[in-house]
């Protein structure tokens, strides 16, 4: 519907933002809880197309996240035993839960290829981006 096609927008122009401003955020998306099953689906993003669609809760970084509620933070990708790859690039992650409620109900990710760049700095604006999507969903 109408409103959907808005709020995607939206969230694909935070995307693209956060992209082409940080040279370091090379792949930004949004996955959100799917309906009441346990995974999480692909919302809008930029960047290289991922296979990962649908990521089970408990799998991955992503899937990690939505069942802490707390930002995970990946220096390098190939120190984690539970990290799904979508490109052979990425060196780096990081995922932010998005609260509604008080209920994490997404999370925005971003992958860069650059070794170890995130900072706490990286984690409150991303916090704070989350928190300004929370009032849009
Ligand atoms: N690396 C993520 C999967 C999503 S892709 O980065 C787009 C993970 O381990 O959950």
Redesign the pocket.
């Known amino acids: 519907n109408q409103k959907e096609a808005t709020k995607d927008d939206k969230l694909l122009s935070i995307c693209k933002l956060l992209e082409e401003h940080i040279t370091y955020y090379n ?1 930004v ?1 949004f996955y959100f809880k799917n309906g009441d099953k346990n995974e999480l689906k692909l919302g809008p ?1 930029v960047g290289d197309p ?1 296979d ?1 669609v649908i ?1 089970p809760f408990g ?5 990690q996240v939505a069942v802490s509620n707390e930002n995970f933070v990946v220096a390098d ?1 190939a120190a984690q035993d539970n ?4 490109s052979i690039t ?1 060196k780096a ?1 990081i ?1 932010i839960p998005i609260f509604v409620n008080g209920e994490n109900i997404g999370q925005i ?1 971003i ?1 860069s290829n650059t070794p170890d760049p995130f900072t706490e700095e990286d984690e409150r604006f991303l916090e704070f981006v989350c928190a300004q999507v929370a009032t849009l969903l």
């Open positions: 792949w998306g993003y991922t990962h990521i799998k991955g970084i992503c899937g990708v990290y799904i790859a979508c990425v992650e995922v990710d992958d």
